[in-house]
């Protein structure tokens, strides 16, 4: 997938495209069936497909100081739209510039001018430009007039209930990554490089991989049932996210014990995929009753992950 930053210097490949238009947070079953009706008429007109997203998102821009769960972080979801197969992205640095541009001159210079785009394809709540005056029938009248084609797609719903990426935070936060993961469409995961610990966990004798979780990450705290790829290599194991109330209640991290492993991966990346929660974060006695807890929290772990396909 060709990656386009900014719209200075688009490369002629990526000129008329027809393009999906949004923010893309999730990546989840909404967004791909918006991505899937730009890859079918890219498809019918012999077109480029690809997307147009906005980084950071612009409610990061216009709220710098609040934190923001971002379900997919910007490499992150390059990779998801690269998996779905699609030829281009063009990544708009959401900035003071752009923020400024009211919705005429957004589909000037950078829809018209700068991509030549062919057919574009939004949602039905889509809005942009200055004060976000630019909305689907703003760029229905535009594309009569510059002659690109417009879709807008309506709202994409299981059981009547629309797929948003506000519902999905809302899922993970209650640490239902099941239900996360029937939205998404995939399972929900994290990447980073293992970082050292306290070692607590190889002195109980469950040595774990330490992951520092994205800025704004808010995941129901607990043990859960984890799938995780490795310089290729497909692992298994049960991780652990949570503040250790039997010992320090300490700032949290994601800590992963793979099962049948034992190799040293300092400074390695790992990516963690989120199959099932198996319990929440609790308080024990003691060190002794944690480790009979643990013990049974990874067979119940290996169970769940048996009975669940790849």
Same mark, same amino acid.
């Given at each position: ?6 719209f ?10 027809v ?12 967004h791909?069936?918006l ?5 079918k ?13 906005f980084e ?10 609040e934190?923001?769960?971002?379900l ?6 390059l990779?998801v ?6 030829d ?8 003071a ?23 574009? #394809?939004?949602?039905?709540?889509f ?8 909305s689907?029938e703003?760029l ?5 007039a ?8 309506e709202? #994409? ?7 948003s990426?506000t519902?999905? !935070? ?32 190889? @002195?109980l004798?469950f040595?774990?991989?330490n ?16 799938r ?15 503040t250790?109330?039997?010992?320090? @209640?300490g700032?949290?991290?994601?800590e ?19 199959v099932?929660?198996?319990?929440g ?20 772990? !290996? ?8």
């Open positions: 997938m060709l990656i386009v930053n900014g200075e210097a688009v490369p002629p490949e990526a000129k008329g495209a393009l999906a238009l949004g923010n893309f947070d999730g990546v989840h079953r909404g791909q069936f991505i899937g009706a730009a890859q008429e890219a498809k019918r007109i012999g077109r480029p497909a690809g997307v147009l997203l950071p998102h612009p409610r990061e821009f216009f709220s710098p100081d934190l923001h769960f971002h997919t972080p910007r490499d992150e979801k990779a739209l690269d998996e779905i197969g699609l281009l992205a063009v990544v708009l640095p959401f900035d510039a752009l923020a400024g541009l009211d919705a005429g001159r957004f589909i000037e210079e950078i829809l018209v001018g700068a991509l030549a785009v062919a057919h574009v #394809v939004v949602g039905y709540h809005f942009f430009g200055k004060n976000r005056t630019g689907a703003t229905r009248a535009a594309g009569a510059h002659g690109f084609g417009v879709t807008v797609v709202p #994409v719903a299981d059981r009547g209930e629309p797929f990426s519902a999905i !935070r809302l899922l993970l936060a209650e640490g239902d990554v099941r239900g996360a993961a029937k939205a998404l469409g995939r399972q929900w995961r994290v990447r980073g490089p293992v970082i050292g610990g306290a070692q607590r966990g190889t @002195d004798g040595p774990t991989a992951v520092a979780m994205p800025k704004g990450t808010a995941l129901g705290h607990g043990i859960f049932a984890v995780v790829k490795l310089d290729g290599k497909s692992l298994e194991g049960a991780a652990y996210l949570g250790r109330p039997t010992f320090d @209640d700032m949290p991290v994601l992963v014990f793979l099962f049948d492993f034992d190799e040293k991966i300092y400074g390695r990346t790992i990516e963690v995929s989120f099932d929660k198996v319990r974060d609790r308080k024990f006695a003691s060190a002794e009753e944690l480790v009979r807890q643990m013990e049974a929290d990874c067979a119940k772990a !290996r169970e769940i992950l048996a009975a669940e396909p790849r």
